[in-house]
């Protein structure tokens, strides 16, 4: 895995939408057993302001897991990243999230506005990845 890439994640992944609300991680790097805290705010229906946590539990060379802690409204889940060498040369950045809202406060924020939220969010993380690691502008 990009040292660059792991290095630049939480600065990469923070990201604020005007009107809807925003996410920041901790600066921490990213090292098997990291416990990441992670802040999210939203403001569209009902302002509200969550910190959850996720621990890296597999980091590969080409890419990590999040498995998520009971305060993260995806639990129990994991979010793993990856890149992936395509045949034509080209790397391609994945996201692959899997796991169950934290019973009912966690469905009915995800239905609020959360999951709008959090889509904006990862294609946030994978354009901020895609023009300054890749250096791809599209």
């Known amino acids: 895995m990009s040292d660059e890439l792991k290095k630049l994640f939480t600065d990469l992944a923070d990201y604020t939408n005007i009107g809807i609300g925003g996410i920041s991680f901790e600066d921490k790097p990213i090292r098997d057993g990291a416990r990441i805290e992670i802040s999210t705010w939203l403001t569209s229906m009902l ?10 539990t597999d980091l590969q ?6 498995t998520t802690e009971s305060d993260h409204v995806f639990y129990p889940g994991t979010i793993t990243f990856s890149i992936v060498e395509t045949n034509d040369g080209q790397l391609e950045f994945q996201i692959d999230i899997l796991g169950e809202t934290s019973g009912v406060s966690g469905y009915i924020g995800f239905v609020a ?11 946030h993380l994978e354009k901020q990845i895609r023009t300054r690691i890749c250096g791809n502008k599209k």
Do not use: A, R, Y
Request: no cysteine.
């Open 61 to 66: 060379p080409k890419g990590w897991t999040f």
């Open 47 to 56: 302002p509200l302001t969550k910190t959850f946590h996720v621990v890296v």
């Open 113 to 123: 506005g959360g999951g709008q939220f959090e889509d904006l969010t990862w294609e």
